[in-house]
């Protein structure tokens, strides 16, 4: 079956202007979770979404939003772009019931550069 | 929240030696995984392992939970083995945290 999906997989914008990436999850998985990967920061969790709702959220500011739609695909918008948000995008989908069984697999990334 | 720590840092290994990348958090979990990041940046499962021990051909893992460590086996490795390996927990609020990774290099 297909993996997980991620568009756009470069892009390029300035400062101050707003990005959505969007992701869609292998067929049958319900939670999409969203990763931010720097150089300097690692790999960090941004938020998680099953059936529509967020169950939980990383440390980033407001500008960082997501939401899910009834087919499980995931959307992601940073508004007012800054330079430190260039980074790799990753997001994962699972099945997604039961925290200790979520098994994460990962599409191949958005990477986003903010001049 | 959960830390994860990962070591050694960086590892340079010759083809055909063999490595074990740790893994310790500082809270109990109830999910942990083994990744590898190829260098175009894809993230590949390696093993689901909350306790207990797996293998898969040439990596094996090992949890011990009570004693709040992992360990990646790596044997007889080869160049394709190169990139960064990560560990990532769960403590049950559905939010994954990463160590810092492991990054490999295989020399031929």
């Given at each position: 079956k297909a993996g997980v999906t991620q568009t756009p997989r470069y892009l390029i914008k300035t400062r101050g202007q707003q990005v959505t990436l969007s992701c869609s999850p292998i067929s049958g998985h319900r939670s999409v979770s969203w990763y931010q990967q720097t150089p300097g920061q690692g790999l960090q969790f941004l938020f998680e979404y099953f059936s529509e709702t967020q169950r939980n959220k990383g440390?980033?500011?407001?500008?960082f939003s997501g939401r899910q739609f009834s087919n499980s695909r995931s959307e992601m918008n940073v508004s007012t772009?800054?330079?430190?948000?260039s980074a790799l995008y990753l997001c994962a989908s699972s099945p997604g019931r039961s925290s200790g069984a979520n098994v994460l697999t990962f599409g191949a990334g958005s990477r986003l550069t903010v001049l | 929240g959960i830390q994860v720590e990962q070591s050694p840092p960086d590892l340079i290994l010759q083809e055909g030696a063999n490595s074990t990348l740790r893994c310790n958090f500082s809270d109990s979990v109830n999910n942990l995984q083994w990744f590898h990041q190829n260098p175009w940046g894809q993230l590949i499962n390696l093993f689901y392992i909350p306790s207990g021990t797996k293998q898969n051909g040439r990596l094996s893992a090992t949890t011990v939970a009570t004693e709040r460590y992992s360990l990646l086996y790596i044997s007889?490795?080869?160049?394709?083995?190169?990139g960064v390996y990560f560990c990532a927990v769960a403590g049950g609020g559905f939010k994954t945290i990463f160590g810092a990774g492991t990054r490999l290099f295989v020399k031929a």
């Open positions: 440390n980033f500011p407001g500008r772009l800054e330079l430190g948000d | 007889s490795s080869q160049t394709t083995d190169s």
